[in-house]
């Protein structure tokens, strides 16, 4: 699991800069979210071969009323599901009122904190470090954020804490099979899917150790295959009958979509396809997860009314056609067993090894059937093309002037390399390396 990170303080003292720095973002994601402030961002980043996931409270003044004590709730929130906090202030501004609210907020809350003391350019440090030590805060980092001053020195404290990643897949983790997360919006009907996926099988569950933000992992055995699920719906177990109510939280479906090998996405059939579907959508694509569309509440509707959202989403699931789309009522288990089909074709398509010679010869083939073109007088040239990696497959071709090619020549030989290599319900990368 990546550590969560959150950045907290008033308005104006350089979070965003700082989460700029920091991330590559997810906003577009959160903007859409009902409930959620419209500044909270979130964004996953990575340093010195490590990674986190960053949350950017948008301002909290500890002061607010009315609409604003609302934002600052969901800041709360946020900063619940971290585990490590960084307060920031602004070194010219020296310590406020708020800043001393602030950190006592934290400091009852029990998170691990670090003082960031951002905009240091220009001023005293020693002089300005003194006064922050006020708040009992041990950990005090001054950074310019705008030049990325200090911010080493802070990420390396922030991070030392938390175990290294294990880069080689375990044995352990090989023999739990295909790793499944099951996302959508609140209410899609997650809970009741995921009860269905695991139908009257032998469900080995367990709980991954750490706060209430994690997903349960559950491990099961199907006609002897070996699976996970990643429920992000939270605790529902068969046996546990007692419905624990559990908040739709953003952090957790961003690392299980991370952790998962395939995402089975669904969509209520009722209410057709809403942003908050597609900026999912969106974001698994980004990570390059394998992709299974459902879409969920099938039953009692009008043939009339089914045709025509078929029809709809026919229309404007066109940009994720490599993925299959399924038809389901969780509740009835209607159509359920067919997503094991989907999952398993996906998961091979995603994780299938793909040969330098049969990669080169597609591109060869692509090349001859339409060239790229020529760039201040010389044709862009394509020689040969090697596979970059798994799940999802990236493959990485070689040539000249490759900075040029065009995005539509790119999803011409993605089409290309997707159709010789039946890599369906996976996304593809295509990247390019210059020999000059
Ligand atoms: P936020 O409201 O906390 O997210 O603050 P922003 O990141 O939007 O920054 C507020 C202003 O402070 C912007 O004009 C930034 O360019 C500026 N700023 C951020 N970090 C620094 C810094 O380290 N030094 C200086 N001089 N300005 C900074
Ligand atoms: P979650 O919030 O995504 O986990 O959604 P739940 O699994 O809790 O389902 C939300 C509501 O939708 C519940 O009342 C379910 O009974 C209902 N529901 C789930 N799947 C279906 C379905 O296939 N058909 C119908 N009609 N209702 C469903």
Not at 290 to 313: F, H, M, S
Not at 403 to 409: A, F, G, I, Q
């Amino acid at each position: 699991m990546v550590p969560v990170i959150a950045l907290v303080g008033r308005p104006n003292v350089g979070k965003s800069t700082l989460f700029n720095r920091l991330t590559k973002s997810h906003d577009a994601l959160v903007a859409n979210y009902p409930g959620l402030t419209r500044d909270r961002k979130y964004g996953e980043g990575e340093f010195q071969g490590r990674r986190y996931m960053l949350i950017d409270t948008g301002g909290i003044t500890g002061e607010e009323e009315g609409i604003d004590s609302a934002m600052a709730m969901q800041s709360m929130q946020a900063i619940e599901e971290a585990d490590a906090v960084l307060l920031v202030v602004d070194s010219r501004d020296g310590l406020t009122p708020v800043d001393r609210r602030l950190a006592e907020e934290m400091r009852s809350n029990g998170r691990k904190v670090y003082l960031v003391a951002n905009k240091i350019d220009g001023i005293n440090p020693d002089v300005a470090m003194a006064e922050f030590f006020e708040l009992g805060i041990p950990e005090v980092y001054p950074t310019t954020a705008t030049h990325g001053r200090g911010v080493r020195q802070l990420m390396e404290a922030v991070l030392s804490p938390f175990p290294e990643e294990e880069l080689v897949e375990s044995e352990e983790e090989a023999e739990r099979g295909i790793k499944i997360a099951v996302i959508g919006r609140p209410n899609v009907g997650k809970s009741t899917l995921v009860n269905r996926l695991l139908g009257e099988e032998r469900v080995v569950v367990f709980d991954m150790p750490g706060t209430t933000r994690d997903s349960v992992y559950i491990d099961y055995e199907r006609d002897g295959k070996n699976y996970t699920l990643i429920d992000t719906a939270g605790i529902r177990r068969r046996k546990n009958i007692k419905l624990a109510v559990e908040k739709f939280s953003i952090v957790k479906t961003l690392q299980a979509i991370e952790d998962a090998n395939v995402v089975v996405l669904l969509i209520d059939a009722r209410e057709g396809l809403v942003d908050q579907d597609l900026h999912l959508m969106g974001t698994t694509i980004e990570s390059g997860r394998a992709l299974v569309l459902a879409v969920n509440k099938w039953d009692g509707l009008e043939a009339d009314n089914k045709a025509w959202i078929k029809t709809e989403l026919e229309r404007r699931l066109r940009f994720v056609d490599f993925a299959d789309v399924h038809f389901i009522s969780a509740l009835h288990g209607t159509g359920v067993g067919h997503l094991y089909e989907s999952i398993e074709k996906a998961f091979a398509a995603a994780t299938d090894k793909l040969g330098t010679n049969r990669l080169t010869r597609i591109l060869q083939d692509a090349v001859t059937e339409h060239q790229p073109p020529m760039v201040r007088g010389r044709r862009i040239k394509l020689r040969y093309a090697h596979a970059g990696g798994q799940n999802p497959p990236v493959i990485v071709i070689h040539g000249n002037q490759t900075e040029e090619v065009p995005s539509h020549y790119t999803r011409y030989l993605e089409k290309l390399f997707r159709k010789a290599l039946d890599l369906h319900g996976t996304p593809v990368r295509i990247e390019y390396r210059s020999s000059e």
